[in-house]
Structures are given as C-alpha cells and as structure tokens.
C-alpha cells in the first residue's frame, strides 16, 4: 500500500516500514549488492535526527590525521563539501536508482550512511565486524522538523501539509522509515545485543554533552584520542567545525544541492536546537505523542 504525499512523494509499505517509493529501488539495490567491509562505518539515522551532523561529525573524527580539524585548516573538506557527499548514503545517493556503484577503491575507513531499518540493513552489515552508530531523535523534534522539512521540498503547486497532518501520520507510523519507534527499538535491541558493533546515541544526547558522547564514539570506531591531541583540543575543534553556526554558515551549504536528489544543501540546517517542539505541539499532541512512544517502548529501557 502507499500513503498520501509526504516530503515530496509517497510512501510505501514494504516489510513493516514506510519507505519513500522513490528510494525503494535505493534500498532493494543496497540490501542485494552492498559487501560490506570489516572496517566499515555506517551511520543510520531517523530522518531528520541530525544525520548531516553526526555525518560531518564522523567524517572529521576517523580523518582527522588526514584532515586537521583545527581553525586554521582552511583546506578541510567539510568546508567545501556538503557531509551528505562526504558520506554517501545507500538510499539516496549510491544505489539511488538501481545504480550499483563501485565502492571498492573506497579507502578504509570507508563511511556509508543509511534510513534504513535494523533489519533491511544488507545481510553483509549484519554478518561483518562493520561498526553500526545509529542517531535518532526525540520523536516531537522530529515531527516539527519533518514537517518544516515537507514543506520546504514540496512544489508549491502540491501545496503543504499541516503540522496537525504530519503529527497524525506520524502517529499513525507513517512517516519517512517509520514507525519511528520501530525504528529505534531495532536498533536500540541491536545495541544491547551487539554493543561492540552498534552505538546508540540521541541527538540531545549529543547536544548537551558532545564532548563526552564525542570521545565515546571516538572509543567505540577504535580511534579514541591520544594524551596529545586532547591537549591540542582536538575535541572541541572538531564539534566547532561540525557546529551548526559554522555547517550552516559555508557558502557550499548555503547555496548547493544534492548531487543525486537535488534537494537544497540549506534545507538540513533550520534551527539545530533540541526543543523546538514546545513552540509548535498543542498540550494534546504532546499527550498523545507521549502515549504512544510510552506504550511502544515499554520495558525497554529506553525513553525520550
Ligand atoms: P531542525 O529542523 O530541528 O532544526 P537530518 O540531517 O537528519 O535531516 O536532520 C536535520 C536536523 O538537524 C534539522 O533540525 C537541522 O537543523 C539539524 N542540524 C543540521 N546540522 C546541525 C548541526 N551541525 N548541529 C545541530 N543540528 C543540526
């Protein structure tokens, strides 16, 4: 079955989750021709969860001999590149309409980035050594941002959706790789289950302790920071390179687009903040929402 017009398209319901029908092709090529590689890096993501962070993120973490991520390197490639072109993902770039890329002259570490869930990952990210970091998000800050993010993308003549339409799909589990807590309770069993090859981390998580988060992650991929180069600053020279002020800011992000899609660079960076949702949900939708996310991730352990 397919779903009204979100984001620019419909959504098809393919093994459990709502999949954007123009990716599916993406995803089916992924799952039957990516081999991954033991030294393998993939990010996965809940749409709108601060993908093109965590992406700009990693990307000058595992290069940061290569690339020094300190202010005075004006030659660092997140300052001319977009991070979804630094890591491409399966979707909506490599296997973006059945292409079936050559990865192989990738150097390693080579970082792929994915929405897709635990279990349409490709069978080989399952059965390798690869490191999985998933990123999600507080399901109210997603649904403002998908919904501020609909509506940039959509044709002016397809008209917009309501915040009101958008929650209720949500709701519902119709939204982009959803049901969102589908979605994370995949990944978040995988966690406990597989912590050595998958790291669980939210995006407030992030935002409120991004050192910390930033050095565990940095443990987890095996490249944790020496003594010197946290004298060096290293840390926050990173995070200040990834910040949204800066990311935003660049002309390439200002002004680019998706090679593939041809989606705005400029339309990943709104607001970048937790808690926007208190500005936009109705004390109902947050009763609701609530319910739901407390209903589905009973017993858990994990909350938002
Ligand atoms: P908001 O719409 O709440 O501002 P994704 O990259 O998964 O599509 O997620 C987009 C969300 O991440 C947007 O959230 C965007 O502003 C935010 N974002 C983008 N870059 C960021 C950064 N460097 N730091 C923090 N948030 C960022």
Redesign the pocket.
């Known amino acids: 079955p397919t779903e009204k017009a979100l984001i620019s398209g419909n959504l098809h319901q393919y093994k459990g989750f709502w999949f954007p029908t123009r990716y599916i092709q993406g995803v089916l090529a992924s799952q039957k021709h990516f081999q991954a590689q033991d030294t393998d890096i993939l990010l996965a993501?809940t749409?709108?969860?601060?993908?093109?962070?965590l992406k700009?993120i990693l990307f000058a973490l595992v290069n940061r001999v290569h690339y020094h991520p300190d202010p005075q390197n004006q030659d660092h490639p997140l300052l001319t590149n977009n991070s979804h072109a630094l890591v491409p993902s399966f979707e909506s770039n490599l296997y973006f309409k059945k292409q079936i890329p050559d990865l192989t002259s990738y150097a390693p570490p080579r970082l792929f980035s994915a929405h897709l869930p635990l279990e349409s990952l490709p069978q080989s990210v399952k059965e390798s050594a690869c490191k999985v970091v998933y990123l999600c998000r507080n399901p109210k800050?997603i649904i403002?941002?998908l919904w501020?993010?609909t509506n940039r993308l959509r044709h002016r003549s397809m008209g917009t959706n309501s915040l009101e339409e958008v929650f209720q799909y949500f709701c519902r589990g119709v939204s982009p790789f959803g049901p969102f807590w589908d979605h994370v309770s995949g990944y978040w069993k995988g966690s406990l289950e597989r912590p050595e090859t998958v790291f669980f981390i939210k995006?407030e998580e992030m935002?409120e302790q991004p050192g910390l988060h930033l050095r565990r992650l940095a443990e987890f991929l095996g490249c944790p920071f020496s003594p010197e180069e946290e004298a060096q600053g290293v840390v926050d020279n990173i995070l200040r390179l990834?910040?949204?002020e800066?990311?935003?800011n660049l002309d390439v992000n200002k002004t680019g687009k998706l090679s593939k899609t041809g989606v705005e660079h400029s339309a990943?960076?709104?607001?970048?903040?937790a808690g926007?949702w208190r500005n936009c949900l109705t004390a109902e939708m947050v009763e609701q929402l609530d319910r739901i996310t407390e209903e589905k991730l009973q017993g858990s352990g994990l909350k938002f």
């Open positions: 993501t749409p709108k969860s601060g993908t093109t962070w700009a800050d403002v941002s501020h993010y995006y935002k990834c910040s949204f800066n990311l935003s990943f960076f709104r607001r970048g903040e926007d």
